[in-house]
Every structure is written in C-alpha cells, then in structure tokens.
C-alpha cells in the first residue's frame, strides 16, 4: 500500500513525432521498469503498425518506482497518448485520470497545433504543466527560441523548462525530479465507497476484457463483486494488478492508483470507457464525471473483393470492435459490390489503420467506397434524418433543405507557403477567422490561421495536400463546432447507363461538375476498353453534367478479304456495327477492383 504522498500520475502530450514513446522508453529504462536486455524502441506501442509508422495509436500506461534525489521513493504512473488528431479522445481519457502533464516540444520545430489543443485539454482537467524541450541534440535545435514560443503560444512559464533529448537519454533524471517536485499527489479517501473510474479496456484472448482502471475513493480487491454504473451490469473482480510494463498482478488498487482488473467480461462493448465502477453492496451515491460520448466523424464501405470472404470479414470486424470501441460498423448491400459493412471511424488515419489491420491481420483484401461524412435531412413534414450513405439519399422533392458538419481548422504554417495554404482553404469553401503571427521578432515567422470548414471538404485529402503543399512543415488540427445549412446535391456516376452506387457521392453544387468531370476522367483511363463504345457520365437527378467514352476494342473482319468487291467488306463491317450495337445493349461493362480504389483517391493528381 503506497502513500498517497509519494504516487504522481502523469500523462506525455505533444504534436506528433515529437518524442513520446522514445521519453517514455528513456524513463523506464532510467527507473529499471526493464533491463537493457528486454528494451526494445518503443516499448509502449505494441502494434506492429504502431512500430512501422512511428505513431501511438492506443493510450499506453506504465508503473515506475523512482527513489528521489531526496531518498523518498515515489510510485510514477505513466500514460503515453497518442498525438494525430484522429485519437483526441484516446488523450482525453488519459487526462481524467491523471493530476499533471509532461508537455514535450520538439526544439527544432517548436510549438504546433496539436501541442495547443492537447495543452488546453490539459488546462481544462487543471492540471500541473512541465514543459520539456527534447531533441537538443539535434543540430537545427534552437531551444531559447522554442522557450519563448512555449511563453508566448501556450502561455506556460517555460523558464524552467526541462533541456532533454529522449534518443541520448539527457535530462531524464531532471524530468523525474520535475515530476515528483511540480505535480500534485492524488486526492482519495480509502474509507469511502469505491469509485473507480473506467479509463479503457480491450481484448486478451487469454484474460478476456481487461480494464485500465483509476481509483478514486475506496479499495478494489480480488474477489470483490463490482457493479458498473452506467449499464448496470454486475461482475466477479478476478485480478487485479497493474503493468510495469509486463504485468504484476497485486492484491489490491487504492485510491489515487492507476492499474487493471480482469473480471470474466466476455465483451469490451459492456465496458462502456468512463464509466463508474463501484461495489454492489456498498455502492457510491453518484457517477463521477464521465467523458463524452465518442462520435464518429467519417463514414465508408468497407466490402470484400471476394464475396466468399464475407463471413471472415464479419468476425473480423467483431474482433477489431473489442479493442476499439470508437470503431462502429453495420451491414449494407451494395449493387457494384455485393454485401459489405458500412463503418463509422474517427478521422481518415483511423479508417487507414482500420483498413490495414484488417488486411494486415485477418489476411483480407477489401474495397473501400468513398469516406463521406453525417449529414442531417430536413424533409418537407418537419422530421430530421442523419444520412451516412450518399446510396440512401431519398427524392430531392422530399428534402426542405440539408445540413453539413463544419469544423474548426488551426493551421501552424511558415510564411512563405502561407499564400498556398489560404488559397486551399478558399478552394474548400473555408471561412477565414483569424490570421496570427507566431514569434514575429524572429527570422523563421510562423502564421498562426483559424478556419472554419465542410467537413466533407476535409475527409478527403486535406491533410495530404497540407503536407505537400508546406514541404511538411504546416501543422493542422480541428474539433467540430456542428452542422450548418449547405446547397449540397446527390452526384452518381453511370457507366454504360448503370449507376455505380459505390462511386456516387454528396457533393457542393458548386464543386458538382469539377468533381464530376474529374471523376469522369479517372474512370476513362482506369476501366479497360471492351469490344463496344462505353460512356461514363456524372449525373445530378437526370441531368448529366460531365461525359467521357471510352472507344471499342476493333476486331479486323475484313482481314480475310484480299481485294475484290468493296460491297463485301462493306457487308461484313455493317454486320460488326449490328452486333455492337447489341453487344451494348445486352453487354456487362466489368470494372475492375483496381479502378474503383483508384478512382475513389480523389484529389491526388
């Protein structure tokens, strides 16, 4: 049992690629969590996509004891989060259940968006805020200047601002003593009912459902009957423990510690994250303050390229839902695709790591339709529908009118690429807000702009073109501030007459015949030529607004004839023209699944 003095719980924030995971491998080095031998790069990040990619996707934690410089010895929980945009809910989480944050800034590219939005996060929980500036080994690190960004930016003192670099292992021990000095040890009384606060859960085929779990008030022990506040469900506590990170079972979870519990839970889904664990017979008299409820932001069809697959893509897509329940999906049928499932995820990397473990880890090949967004459907009687498949979108009479999602968009981006930045936010419809400047008096200026934006505009390929468009060096972040009314219309694709629903999509009606001719075009170069004439056209209710075609493959008849009578060739090519005629008409045009992923990259000429 530790003293509620001596435990500190923190978690890492910073923008991405800034440093985490490598600090938090340096701090459970420097606290013997493991031996040089078990260190790997990246300790906390277990996926194998997490590995490759240099990205947290899943809010990692970890138990250090650290013996102070004064001779105490101190209980250091740890959460590593996760710093793309698509996972803020991953950080939110972890911040409830700590009482400080170790906000790390790159010294070589400074203070960016993420880092602002995950500081706020953090102010909002009134948390204790140790800045560390990492990577000064670096040879463009400029940590004065990165100090006075912090100042100016964030608003911090930064003064006393750590000096580290994570990969040479300097600073640590200063870190450490930052942590045990600067954040607050946790409130919690041991006497009272228990209230525990359900940080995350996921799958182990061995445990079942194990739950990360912070005690507020009270004791969890072995074989204590738990009741869960918000769905009511009842359990049998079976383990208790926590990871250091391989995991340590003990007997028993106090107020102010962090650890896991399994109790035979056979499905994440009851285990509703924020949600309140109590006991059954002495139970708290209210919830603690749960998190917000997880809203999926981008929608597409995920189907199998071989309908035999369908059944492993169904247990698939179950098995990925019991480690990430902001991931929903349900059945649809398609026409051009067959049957498939029709999935809400976080943001585009989301759906791209989704996409990946699936083909990764279930060995499945899939065709992905067009991301699309929510949109809310006023019909003419008053009611208000949410609509996420462009597939069922009803007769335009029966719309009064339709709302988009709009988001708020802070771009960090240097000077010189700022004219290229605006100009793709004005080609996205965006709302100019605000233009700052970031540390003026120096030689590398940075703006600082605030947007808002269709959301529809930025699923796509947004962040991409940020990236290329700034060499890498602009910064985007967004949050959602609603739905706002758009002229938005239905545009299907037809190819030899047929819609292609996989390929049909909500558009502005002002980008409609851009996107459609665009879409037209792809289309020609990607679906091979076939012995007749094929038209693709993009439609809006009956009105064609763009056409392509795509020429017939020709069969030389009159290869057989050698000179002779001109009536004779003419014959055999007026009999070619006939049964082309009805080749057309009866004719299945096969596009292939290359194609539809093709034509779906929008936007990457």
């Given at each position: 049992?530790?003293?509620?003095?001596?435990?500190?719980?923190?978690?890492?924030?910073?923008?991405?690629?800034?440093?985490?995971?490598?600090?938090?491998?340096?701090?459970?080095?420097?606290?013997?969590?493991?031996?040089?031998?078990?260190?790997?790069?990246?300790?906390?990040?277990?996926?194998?996509?997490?590995?490759?990619?240099?990205?947290?996707?899943?809010?990692?934690?970890?138990?250090?004891?650290?013996?102070?410089?004064?001779?105490?010895?101190?209980?250091?929980?740890?959460?590593?989060?996760?710093?793309?945009?698509?996972?803020?809910?991953?950080?939110?989480?972890?911040?409830?259940?700590?009482?400080?944050?170790?906000?790390?800034?790159?010294?070589?590219?400074?203070?960016?968006?993420?880092?602002?939005?995950?500081?706020?996060?953090?102010?909002?929980?009134?948390?204790?805020?140790?800045?560390?500036?990492?990577?000064?080994?670096?040879?463009?690190?400029?940590?004065?200047?990165?100090?006075?960004?912090?100042?100016?930016?964030?608003?911090?003192?930064?003064?006393?601002?750590?000096?580290?670099?994570?990969?040479?292992?300097?600073?640590?021990?200063?870190?450490?003593?930052?942590?045990?000095?600067?954040?607050?040890?946790?409130?919690?009384?041991?006497?009272?009912?228990?209230?525990?606060?359900?940080?995350?859960?996921?799958?182990?085929?061995?445990?079942?459902?194990?739950?990360?779990?912070?005690?507020?008030?009270?004791?969890?022990?072995?074989?204590?009957?738990?009741?869960?506040?918000?769905?009511?469900?009842?359990?049998?506590?079976?383990?208790?423990?926590?990871?250091?990170?391989?995991?340590?079972?003990?007997?028993?979870?106090?107020?102010?510690?962090?650890?896991?519990?399994?109790?035979?839970?056979?499905?994440?889904?009851?285990?509703?994250?924020?949600?309140?664990?109590?006991?059954?017979?002495?139970?708290?008299?209210?919830?603690?303050?749960?998190?917000?409820?997880?809203?999926?932001?981008?929608?597409?069809?995920?189907?199998?390229?071989?309908?035999?697959?369908?059944?492993?893509?169904?247990?698939?897509?179950?098995?990925?839902?019991?480690?990430?329940?902001?991931?929903?999906?349900?059945?649809?049928?398609?026409?051009?695709?067959?049957?498939?499932?029709?999935?809400?995820?976080?943001?585009?990397?989301?759906?791209e790591i989704i996409q990946e473990r699936l083909t990764r880890e279930y060995d499945l090949d899939l065709i992905t339709t067009a991301p699309s967004v929510v949109y809310k459907l006023h019909d003419q009687k008053g009611g208000v529908t949410e609509l996420h498949n462009p597939a069922d979108m009803p007769d335009p009479t029966q719309i009064a009118f339709m709302e988009e999602p709009w988001i708020k968009a802070t771009i960090y981006v240097p000077d010189e690429y700022l004219g290229a930045i605006l100009k793709l936010c004005q080609d996205r419809r965006g709302i100019q807000i605000g233009l700052t400047y970031v540390g003026a008096h120096t030689d590398s200026a940075r703006a600082q702009l605030t947007y808002e934006l269709p959301l529809n505009e930025v699923v796509f390929d947004f962040y991409d073109r940020?990236?290329?468009?700034?060499?890498?060096?602009?910064?985007?972040?967004?949050?959602?501030?609603?739905?706002?009314?758009?002229?938005?219309?239905?545009?299907?694709?037809?190819?030899?007459?047929?819609?292609?629903?996989?390929?049909?999509?909500?558009?502005?009606?002002?980008?409609?015949?851009?996107?459609?001719?665009?879409?037209?075009?792809?289309?020609?170069?990607?679906?091979?030529?076939?012995?007749?004439?094929?038209?693709?056209?993009?439609?809006?209710?009956?009105?064609?607004?763009?056409?392509?075609?795509?020429?017939?493959?020709?069969?030389?008849?009159?290869?057989?004839?050698?000179?002779?009578?001109?009536?004779?060739?003419?014959?055999?090519?007026?009999?070619?023209?006939?049964?082309?005629?009805?080749?057309?008409?009866?004719?299945?045009?096969?596009?292939?699944?290359?194609?539809?992923?093709?034509?779906?990259?929008?936007?990457?000429?």
């Open positions: 049992m530790t003293d509620l003095s001596h435990i500190r719980n923190f978690s890492i924030i910073a923008h991405i690629d800034h440093g985490k995971s490598t600090l938090a491998d340096r701090l459970i080095q420097a606290t013997g969590g493991l031996t040089e031998r078990e260190m790997s790069e990246q300790v906390l990040d277990n996926m194998d996509i997490e590995k490759e990619r240099g990205i947290t996707i899943k809010a990692q934690t970890v138990r250090l004891n650290y013996t102070a410089r004064d001779g105490e010895t101190y209980e250091l929980n740890l959460m590593d989060t996760p710093g793309h945009v698509d996972f803020a809910y991953e950080v939110s989480r972890s911040l409830a259940a700590c009482e400080g944050a170790l906000l790390i800034v790159d010294a070589a590219q400074g203070v960016e968006a993420q880092t602002l939005a995950n500081v706020y996060q953090s102010i909002e929980h009134d948390h204790e805020i140790v800045p560390v500036i990492n990577k000064i080994d670096l040879p463009a690190a400029e940590p004065e200047k990165v100090r006075e960004e912090i100042e100016d930016i964030v608003g911090i003192p930064a003064d006393e601002a750590v000096l580290a670099s994570a990969k040479t292992g300097e600073g640590i021990d200063d870190i450490l003593e930052q942590i045990v000095a600067k954040i607050s040890a946790p409130a919690g009384n041991r006497d009272a009912p228990l209230r525990a606060m359900l940080v995350d859960s996921w799958y182990d085929q061995y445990l079942g459902v194990v739950i990360l779990v912070r005690v507020i008030d009270g004791v969890l022990k072995k074989g204590l009957p738990i009741t869960f506040m918000q769905n009511g469900t009842q359990h049998l506590v079976d383990r208790v423990g926590c990871m250091r990170p391989k995991i340590e079972q003990l007997p028993e979870l106090g107020p102010g510690e962090i650890g896991f519990i399994t109790a035979q839970i056979k499905e994440v889904a009851d285990t509703a994250v924020g949600d309140t664990i109590t006991t059954v017979k002495n139970p708290a008299p209210e919830a603690l303050p749960g998190y917000k409820e997880v809203q999926s932001v981008v929608f597409c069809g995920l189907f199998p390229v071989d309908a035999a697959d369908f059944e492993k893509l169904r247990e698939s897509i179950g098995k990925l839902r019991l480690n990430d329940a902001s991931f929903s999906f349900e059945m649809e049928t398609s026409a051009a695709l067959g049957q498939g499932f029709r999935c809400g995820f976080l943001g585009l990397l989301h759906l940020i990236k290329s468009i700034s060499r890498g060096y602009a910064s985007f972040d967004y949050e959602a501030i609603g739905h706002r009314e758009g002229d938005l219309v239905k545009m299907e694709i037809l190819v030899n007459g047929d819609p292609v629903d996989a390929l049909s999509m909500i558009v502005h009606r002002d980008a409609a015949e851009a996107r459609g001719r665009h879409m037209c075009e792809r289309l020609k170069d990607l679906i091979p030529r076939h012995l007749f004439k094929i038209p693709i056209q993009a439609a809006i209710g009956g009105k064609i607004i763009a056409r392509e075609t795509i020429g017939a493959m020709r069969k030389d008849v009159t290869a057989k004839c050698y000179g002779g009578d001109i009536s004779r060739k003419k014959k055999l090519l007026e009999k070619q023209k006939k049964g082309k005629a009805k080749m057309r008409e009866y004719g299945n045009v096969s596009i292939p699944q290359e194609a539809f992923i093709a034509a779906l990259k929008m936007g990457e000429e």
